[in-house]
Nanobody, 116 residues
C-alpha cells in the first residue's frame, strides 16, 4: 500500500503563486514516476506535470514556463511550484505515483482556486 498526502492548495489572485507538496509513504520502489494532474468542474482529469525518479520532467503545454515540478527522493516528496497563476488553473489538483511493481496510486486532491 502507498499513501499520498497533498498540501499547499488555496485561494490566490491571478498572477500569484502557490506551491503544492505531495508526500508518499508505504511500499515505494525505484524507479518510479510522480506527478500532478488536475480536474476542473465539468472537465476530464488532465496531466499537469510529471517527474521520474531520475529527474526527467514533462509538462502540459498550458503550464510550461509557469509551473515547475521537482522532487526529493530521500523524502519521497514531489513539489509543484505554480507561478503566474490564471483563473483557468482553478481545479482540484491530484498527486499520482506510478511504479512497475504496483498499481498507480492517487492522492485525495487539493483545491487550487485562482480569482480574477
Amino acid at each position: 500500500q502507498v499513501q499520498l498526502v497533498e498540501s499547499g492548495g488555496g485561494l490566490v489572485q491571478a498572477g500569484g503563486s502557490l506551491r503544492l507538496s505531495c508526500a508518499a509513504s508505504g511500499s515505494i520502489f525505484s524507479p518510479n514516476t510522480m506527478g500532478w494532474y488536475r480536474q476542473a468542474p465539468g472537465k476530464q482529469r488532465e496531466l499537469v506535470a510529471v517527474i521520474t525518479s531520475g529527474g526527467r520532467t514533462n509538462y502540459a503545454d498550458s503550464v510550461r514556463g509557469r509551473f515547475t515540478i521537482s522532487r526529493d527522493n530521500a523524502k519521497n516528496t514531489v513539489y509543484l511550484q505554480m507561478n503566474s497563476l490564471k483563473p483557468e488553473d482553478t481545479a482540484l489538483y491530484y498527486c499520482k505515483l506510478g511504479q512497475i511493481q504496483t498499481k498507480d496510486y492517487w492522492g485525495q486532491g487539493t483545491q487550487v482556486t485562482v480569482s480574477s
